[in-house]
């Protein structure tokens, strides 16, 4: 099949979470499987940046977003390792900046014109996509473009969409005031009536109006956006669009987090040869200054430092945990202050015990997850999560709460069968998450029980060559007369 997939993240040239990882890899499966994919982002700043081969691949054309007149060229590269083709709108005024995302007065343009650009490089190579796409709501505007002002191109005569929603808290909405700068304004009457009304308009919302299938990271989130609880406002639109709404895992890109062949890790293991695994936990000691002590335990976390993580647990349970028991702590991440705070007053009160790296590191991510024992992820909430799945494969067991795609992935381990691969807390307070911990750190104690539990988590497949499957089956269902 012929596939157009469109997002503001794609690793490695632009990521901040796991969008990014997802649009590296879930193309790169696709491709894998035979089929045709192009994959489109913006040119940010930080691309040019990068040491990637890129090439001009057309020319400058003008597009107008209501009273803007916008330049912009396509340029063209590959993701790196594959034959994977990705173009870049090229648009200089709208994201030659810092940052990937931005809080500026023109933010509905840049992501707009992420959708119209796109289209627009699709017409120029004459590619009809089977299927467009679309990624979160940075480009959830190209279903109802397709339906509407573009309904006169046979080029997409026979397009279907699809929207995946990564985390449905981020919803891109604006003032209905900008709807004539969308290049929207003759479709007016397929938005939703009643926001325009209060003077908004969201993008998400809009793709979730009017995509063809609606997919989501995991199936516990496709139920769990349907409630009032996880839905964010949109769930009552959502359960109406349920029997087009399909709850599909993420995978994990077993080319780049596999600790057999890992290129960030200069000693490599798996499940049947753990030795380059004891020096990763070396190499961790050296990096974050934190004393190599055999026996002792140590945790991980890698993350954005936000409310969504669940860090507020932390606050009462991590210093009575580093008081009463011997173990240790290495953080990645930055984000809200006080959670940076809270981890800075922690490692300076038990340097001994705690590392805290307040920034983001790539290398430093894949190190953690290598050298570390155990992984925590105590997310208030969890659309897929991907790190409980490296740590999986790193043979670092997650403890996690039990949400979201930390549910479809993790079991609770049982010492007297030996079944399960992590350790599961059900209810969101201090008490679950400190049993979580302590039950965790009495299971390290066994040798035997640990063993079996780092086998359990390492020989299972969590890469994206059995999800994509899942995604292909469904675009057939959209386009019965497409290719196999």
């Not at 879930?26 to 913006?42: I, Q």
């Not at 107008?64 to 083709?85: A, K, Y």
Request: hydrophobic share 40%.
């Amino acid at each position: 099949m012929k596939i157009l997939f469109i997002s503001s993240e794609v690793a490695p040239f632009a990521k901040t979470g796991g969008l990014g990882d997802v649009g590296g890899a879930l193309p790169r499966a696709l491709r894998a499987a035979g089929h045709d994919v192009r994959v489109v982002l913006p040119f940010y700043a930080r691309v040019a940046e990068g040491n990637f081969d890129i090439q001009r691949a057309f020319g400058s054309l003008e597009h107008r977003l209501g009273p803007h007149r916008l330049s912009f060229s396509t340029l063209e590269s590959t993701i790196p390792g594959t034959d994977v083709p990705v173009y870049f709108v090229h648009c200089p005024t709208l994201y030659g900046r810092r940052g990937i995302y931005t809080q500026d007065a023109d933010e509905h343009l840049r992501f707009a014109m992420l959708g119209w650009g796109a289209l627009r490089i699709a017409q120029q190579l004459r590619f009809a996509p089977d299927i467009v796409h679309v990624n979160d709501w940075q480009s959830a505007l190209v279903p109802v473009t397709l339906r509407s002002v573009l309904a006169w191109d046979r080029l997409f005569e026979q397009t279907r969409t699809v929207l995946t929603l990564h985390n449905v808290g981020h919803q891109g909405t604006f003032g209905a005031h900008v709807l004539p700068e969308l290049g929207l304004e003759a479709a007016r009457d397929l938005f939703h009536q009643d926001q325009l009304a209060q003077g908004k308009l969201s993008f998400l919302l809009t793709g979730i109006l009017h995509a063809n299938a609606i997919t989501t990271v995991s199936p516990t989130y496709a139920k769990e956006i349907t409630t009032p609880e996880h839905g964010v406002g949109l769930d009552g639109f959502l359960r109406g669009r349920s029997d087009v709404l399909f709850g599909i895992l993420n995978g994990i890109d077993d080319e780049v987090w596999n600790p057999r062949r890992d290129p960030y890790l200069r000693h490599h293991f798996s499940a049947g040869a753990l030795a380059g695994k004891l020096r990763c936990s070396l190499e961790l000691s050296e990096a974050t200054g934190l004393p190599h002590r055999p026996g002792v335990p140590r945790i991980g976390i890698v993350s954005r430092l936000t409310w969504q993580k669940g860090l507020d647990l932390c606050f009462s349970v991590l210093p009575r945990l580093l008081a009463r028991r011997d173990v240790q702590l290495v953080v990645l991440g930055s984000g809200e202050p006080k959670y940076e705070d809270f981890f800075a007053r922690l490692a300076r009160a038990a340097p001994r015990q705690v590392a805290f790296a307040n920034k983001f590191s790539e290398p430093l991510a894949h190190l953690i997850e290598a050298g570390s024992d155990m992984f925590l992820m105590p997310s208030r909430y969890e659309p897929c999560g991907l790190n409980q799945m490296y740590s999986l494969a790193y043979g670092t067991p997650p403890i996690v709460h039990a949400t979201g795609g930390l549910v479809d992935t993790v079991r609770l381990f049982d010492r007297r069968t030996g079944r399960g691969n992590g350790f599961v807390f059900e209810h969101f307070d201090e008490h679950g998450l400190w049993w979580a911990l302590d039950y965790a750190l009495s299971c390290f104690e066994d040798r035997a029980a640990w063993s079996r539990l780092v086998h359990n988590g390492m020989t299972e497949d969590f890469s994206w060559s059995h999800r994509v499957r899942e995604y292909v089956d469904l675009y057939r269902k959209l386009v019965p007369g497409a290719s196999s």
